[in-house]
């Protein structure tokens, strides 16, 4: 069973910074980011491709955040990480994480993944 646990969410101003962490145990494969705004649908932010190909390492962003955010994994440890930069009041969601088969179509990235977290909550302040 593949548990998820994120961490690292808070209260930040406009264009400051907040680095998410998710903690996995059990067996994880592709990683991504996803958020959920009030009373918006859950999209896609980061992912980053885990599997054993020529495409390991390779990771992908929704346009919004390109440039600012960047996802990275820590194997060793078995966590991801989301680093925020330059943060803006509509980044202001909980951040979930999840892992599982990515796609190539980046708005329906959800589609594939198998576990999810609970996620943490981003607020950002104008």
């Known amino acids: 069973q593949v548990q998820l646990v994120e961490s690292g969410g808070g209260l930040v101003q406009a264009g400051g910074s907040l680095r998410l962490s998710c903690a996995a145990s059990g067996r994880t494969w592709n990683m991504g980011w996803f958020r959920q705004a009030p009373g918006k649908e859950r999209e896609f932010v980061a992912a980053?491709?885990?599997?054993?190909?020529?495409?390991?390492?390779?990771?992908y962003y929704a346009d919004s955040v390109k440039g600012r955010f960047t996802i990275s994994r820590d194997n060793t440890k078995n966590t991801v990480s989301l680093h925020m930069n330059r943060l803006k009041p509509e980044d202001t969601a909980v951040y979930y994480c999840a892992t599982g088969r990515l796609n190539s179509d980046l708005s329906r990235m959800h589609v594939g993944m198998d576990y999810w977290g609970k996620g943490t909550l981003v607020t950002v302040s104008s």
């Open positions: 980053i491709d885990w599997s054993f190909s020529w495409s390991a390492g390779t990771t």
